[in-house]
């Protein structure tokens, strides 16, 4: 079993960027697809972004294509998401997650293994 630990969410401007960062314990990165999620206020969570086990394929959801970039190092344990150009409506409280196998989904149900969560505040 893993254990997932985000860090890095707080208050940024619109426009700003962060880096958020999931550090896993008690099993090894490397043996698990990764996903990023978010919650809003009175919303669902939402898949953000997944990452196969050797960070070979990836999957972007729209709201985040060509603004986050999901990285991994396995070497290091540690998932990572760069968010730049940010706009208030990616307020949310962010999620890691990991799944057995290497292929990344888009339902929440698929994943095993969940963070606390970060909150990621965006002002206008």
């Known amino acids: 079993q893993v254990q997932l630990v985000e860090s890095g969410g707080g208050l940024v401007q619109a426009g700003g960027s962060l880096r958020l960062s999931c550090t896993a314990s008690g099993r090894t990165l490397s043996s698990y697809t990764m996903g990023w999620f978010r919650q809003a206020p009175g919303k669902e969570r939402e898949f953000v972004v997944g990452?196969?086990?050797?960070?070979?394929?990836?999957n972007y959801a729209d709201a985040g294509k060509g603004r986050f970039t999901i990285s991994r190092d396995n070497a290091k344990n540690t998932l990572y998401l760069q968010m730049s150009s940010l706009k208030p409506e990616d307020t949310a409280i962010y999620y890691c997650?990991?799944?057995?196998?290497?292929?990344?989904?888009?339902?929440?149900?698929?994943?095993?293994?969940w963070g606390q969560g970060t909150q990621v505040t965006v002002s206008s």
């Open positions: 997650a990991a799944r057995p196998g290497d292929n990344t989904i888009r339902s929440a149900s698929g994943y095993n293994y």
């Open positions: 990452i196969t086990r050797s960070a070979g394929s990836t």
